[in-house]
């Protein structure tokens, strides 16, 4: 019966049209939650954010009533899989931290603290 409801779960997910949270976590009810050594609770807080999609930097546009702010590097939208994933501009200081390129990858392979280190790299972990 567990099974069944879950294979319709599954299937509910993944006819979610644009939902940002299905490129993190494609597969209903998977334990995405990596803390690694020593977590602090400021970590933790960062992560869930990224892992959702939003951080200060990507979403305060919302609150302010402005347009959503684009790269300047590459005319993009700036979003958390832009700054983790995506821009060509970054991408020097992300091979130093990790290499992998989709967010699924990224929050199931890498240390949170790498992920961290690459943001407080950029000069963005502030910012979330």
Aim: proline share 3%; aromatic share 12%; with cysteine.
């Amino acid at each position: 019966m567990n099974a069944y409801i879950n294979s319709i779960w599954q299937r509910d997910w993944d006819t979610e049209g644009a939902n940002k949270l299905h490129e993190v976590l494609p597969n209903w009810g998977e334990d995405l939650h990596r803390r690694g050594e020593g977590a602090s609770r400021k970590r933790e807080k960062a992560m869930c954010r990224l892992w959702v999609g939003h951080m200060w930097l990507t979403q305060s546009y919302l609150l302010k009533n402005e347009e959503q702010p684009f790269c300047y590097a590459c005319d993009s939208l700036y979003t958390v899989g832009h700054i983790l994933i995506e821009c060509p501009d970054f991408q020097d200081t992300r091979r130093k931290c990790f290499s992998v390129t989709d967010l699924y990858r990224l929050f199931q392979e890498v240390n949170p603290s790498r992920i961290v280190g690459y943001l407080k790299d950029l000069g963005v972990y502030g910012n979330i």
